[in-house]
């Protein structure tokens, strides 16, 4: 436990087996995690024995997709707390110590792998990949007048359980664009957001999906168009969150002073109803 409140890592595997076991193990020395979930998803032979050498425990999502695991752990936690990373050796345990300080104040706490001095040698953040992210992230800010968002396809992240939790059935995307999809519906229900930078470093084990340029431009377009999409249907987003509880100013354990955060672009937002031209 940490400060009295219990937290959950979930790891998502489909080809990790060279480094879940290591990965997992660093969770463990940390000491303040109480429950570590492995999501096998129709993951390489031998996965599941390089888990059971540990105290993790695991289950099966047969449905592939790197969110439809993440979903699957999501459910599977009823933790204060979810820390989300991928068990490919990209990210360091320690730094779940830096997204647990913003936990006080924020609901949500997401990792970014742009800020160049946290970028190890061999990491697979070359200059597509990392510009590419944060124009991304940028546009995502900037149309919903967010706090300052540098990042939007880092697995590494810190969310509230019960918000998580609450918003299981407003989730749509099953495949790589799943962690924006969980931002934008974090910003939409009012929760508050804070991204901060995290290591990230060389991949073990078998290539990951955006080292082909390919499949990375791909995804990288889903991910804008998915930002689209979520921007004309704001309001009824916003409704169908409200209808469910899934907002913060619905949640009881809501964590951080009152207000509204400050936001980078004041002249983007929308005047309150008493002054607007009538």
């Given at each position: ?42 993951a390489e ?64 706490v997401y ?72 931002m934008l ?94």
């Amino acid at each position: 436990m940490w400060n009295g409140q219990t937290i959950a890592v979930i790891f998502p595997t489909y080809r990790e087996r060279a480094s879940i076991r290591s990965v997992i193990e660093s969770f463990e020395a940390l000491g303040i995690v109480d429950d570590l979930i492995v999501v096998n998803n129709n993951a390489e032979p031998g996965t599941s024995e390089e888990v059971a050498a540990t105290s993790a425990r695991e289950v099966f999502e047969p449905r592939q997709g790197y969110g439809a695991a993440i979903r699957r752990g999501i459910a599977e936690s009823d933790a204060d707390w979810v820390c989300i990373v991928e068990p490919d050796g990209t990210f360091a345990a320690a730094d779940l110590w830096k997204l647990l300080s913003y936990s006080t104040e924020f609901d949500f706490v997401y990792g970014s792998r742009t800020l160049r001095d946290l970028i190890w040698d061999g990491a697979n953040m070359g200059r597509f990949l990392r510009w590419g992210n944060w124009a991304v992230a940028k546009l995502m800010e900037t149309v919903f007048n967010t706090s300052s968002l540098s990042d939007v396809g880092c697995t590494m992240r810190l969310v509230r359980g019960s918000a998580a939790r609450a918003m299981q059935r407003h989730f749509t995307v099953f495949d790589g664009a799943f962690g924006p999809e969980m931002m934008l519906l974090s910003i939409i229900g009012g929760w508050r957001v804070i991204q901060i930078p995290v290591n990230y470093r060389a991949r073990a084990g078998r290539p990951g999906t955006t080292e082909s340029f390919r499949q990375a431009l791909a995804i990288g377009l889903q991910m804008i168009a998915l930002v689209g999409s979520y921007r004309l249907r704001r309001r009824r987003v916003a409704a169908a969150l409200a209808a469910t509880g899934a907002t913060r100013a619905q949640s009881r354990d809501a964590a951080g002073p009152g207000g509204e955060p400050v936001h980078m672009f004041p002249w983007f937002r929308p005047l309150p109803r008493s002054r607007r031209t009538r």
